[in-house]
T-cell receptor
Framework: GAVVSQHPSWVICKSGTSVKIECRSLDFQATTMFWYRQFPKQSLMLMATSNEGSKATYEQGVEKDKFLINHASLTLSTLTVTSAHPEDSSFYIC?????????????FGPGTRLTVT | DAKTTQPPSMDCAEGRAANLPCNHSTISGNEYVYWYRQIHSQGPQYIIHGLKNNETNEMASLIITEDRKSSTLILPHATLRDTAVYYCIVRVRVVADTGKLIFGQGTTLQVKP
């Protein structure tokens, strides 16, 4: 299957700083990527849809000015958590769809563990 | 996309079959049933999907009832490495669909020695 990577796999930052997380599709191109957030013992929550060459689409309740998404190329999307606070500590996961036959199938990255101190 | 209901947790003995149920009573005719799993602190992994026929691959089997209102994921010989959260997701599978997935709470499967 297709491979999606994330970098870094974990990061610790101080409150008030910004953190950038990268999501790459390694062996296919993706004009769309998805960003999820997962708190401990909870399910994945879709945050936003990243669109190559245009603005991201955010889910209801997700602050677009706090979670900046840039889809710079057909293989790279970045999520920047700005002015991070301890409550932003979470597991961030990206996914990218690959075209297979008549539809797309979703491939997930390994996730990035963010801890804000 | 239709809503799914899964039991929050299940146990299974190592080496035995694990049968994970999923209810999707409001499923539409063009919606597929997908199963993913998430091992602790990893990204979700695709397992299998189906429309109305039973499906089998190297990981699991998917049994969908004739009325399509429920399905069962079967891991034929569960191992300790199958301990994970299993998500049943129903979604339309069309050309214009980029595959956005909305996750429910899933079933935590604990395989015990």
């Amino acid at each position: 299957g297709a491979v999606v990577s994330q970098h870094p796999s974990w990061v610790i930052c101080k409150s008030g700083t910004s953190v950038k997380i990268e999501c790459r599709s390694l062996d296919f191109q993706a004009t769309t990527m998805f960003w999820y957030r997962q708190f401990p013992k909870q399910s994945l929550m879709l945050m936003a849809t990243s669109n190559e060459g245009s603005k991201a689409t955010y889910e209801q309740g997700v602050e677009k000015d706090k979670f900046l998404i840039n889809h710079a190329s057909l293989t790279l999307s970045t999520l920047t958590v700005t002015s991070a606070h301890p409550e932003d500590s979470s597991f961030y996961i990206c996914s990218a769809p690959q075209r297979l036959a008549a539809t797309y199938e979703q491939y997930f990255g390994p996730g990035t563990r963010l801890t804000v101190t | 996309d239709a809503k799914t209901t899964q039991p929050p947790s299940m146990d299974c003995a190592e080496g035995r079959a694990a049968n994970l149920p999923c209810n999707h009573s409001t499923i539409s005719g063009n919606e597929y049933v997908y199963w993913y799993r998430q091992i602790h602190s990893q990204g979700p992994q695709y397992i299998i999907h189906g429309l109305k026929n039973n499906e089998t691959n190297e990981m699991a089997s998917l049994i969908i009832t004739e009325d399509r209102k429920s399905s069962t994921l079967i891991l034929p010989h569960a191992t300790l490495r199958d301990t994970a959260v299993y998500y049943c997701i129903v979604r339309v599978r069309v050309v214009a669909d980029t595959g956005k997935l909305i996750f429910g709470q899933g079933t935590t499967l604990q395989v015990k020695p």
